[in-house]
């Protein structure tokens, strides 16, 4: 069983508000990653970080942003909510190269 | 680029085996996963395959790697109504095994008939 949380799990918010979706685990791992989950069921990865103070951009473009502060605290920024953030948010965890552990997942609605 | 394809739906019938397959193109994959999701819910490791070995089996599951074709399959025995939901196949690409970010398929939908 991974320990790995997200919260909140479901958030509706109107366009222009700033959100943070936490995720914390408490595995220890190194390496944590966002997911976003479209409605067509495809995962692509738009953050990852290798350690504290480190992160990257992924594969798909995204306007928001991570920190990395604490090895088990990876939260996400978006400053200025619109319609087409409307997705699913997955975090995930792995110690190095190992397997990866996700959350239950942030179902996000802007309005 | 790294690609990773499955088909979109299975139906079959409870009590019967359920094969999904996954084709990808990166030859320099190191793990190769299968993931489960559950309607509204995040992604479930089900079981993963280094990519030296033909195949794994953990009771009602069994995956079988075939390297050469680049093909991965997930046998699930005796399937229950409580299986229905979208399993996902992922790989760690070789251009990410430093990153370790995992490429996905589509997903698969099995749906059970009782």
């Known amino acids: 069983e991974a320990d790995i949380y997200q919260t909140p799990r479901y958030l509706v918010i109107g366009t222009g508000k700033k959100i943070t979706l936490e995720c914390s685990q408490t595995?220890?791992?190194?390496?944590m990653y966002w997911y976003q989950q479209d409605p067509g069921m495809e995962l692509h990865l738009i953050h990852y970080?290798?350690?504290?103070?480190?992160?990257e951009k992924g594969d798909l473009s995204s306007e928001s942003t991570v920190s990395r502060i604490r090895t088990e605290h990876f939260p996400l920024t978006l400053e200025s909510a619109r319609p087409s953030h409307t997705s699913q948010y997955l975090c995930?965890?792995?110690?190095?190269?190992?397997?990866?552990?996700f959350g239950a997942g942030t179902r996000l609605s802007v309005l | 680029g790294e690609d990773v394809e499955q088909s979109l739906f299975l139906s079959v019938r409870e009590g019967d085996s359920s094969v999904i397959n996954c084709t990808y193109t990166?030859?320099?994959?190191?793990?190769l996963y299968w993931y489960k999701q559950e309607p509204g819910a995040g992604l479930q490791l089900l079981t993963y395959?280094?990519?030296?070995?033909d195949m794994k089996q953990d009771q009602r599951l069994t995956v079988l790697l075939n390297k050469k074709d680049k093909h991965l399959s997930l046998r699930i025995a005796d399937t229950q109504t409580g299986d229905s939901a979208i399993y996902f196949c992922?790989?760690?690409?070789?251009?990410?095994?430093?990153?370790?970010?995992?490429?996905f398929g589509t997903g698969t939908l099995l749906a059970v008939q009782p």
């Open positions: 992922a790989e760690t690409g070789g251009y990410g095994g430093a990153t370790n970010k995992l490429i």
């Open positions: 595995m220890g791992h190194d390496k």
């Open positions: 995930a965890s792995s110690e190095g190269r190992s397997v990866q552990y």
């Open positions: 970080s290798y350690g504290v103070n480190s992160t």
């Open positions: 990166d030859s320099s994959s190191t793990y």
């Open positions: 395959i280094f990519s030296n070995m």
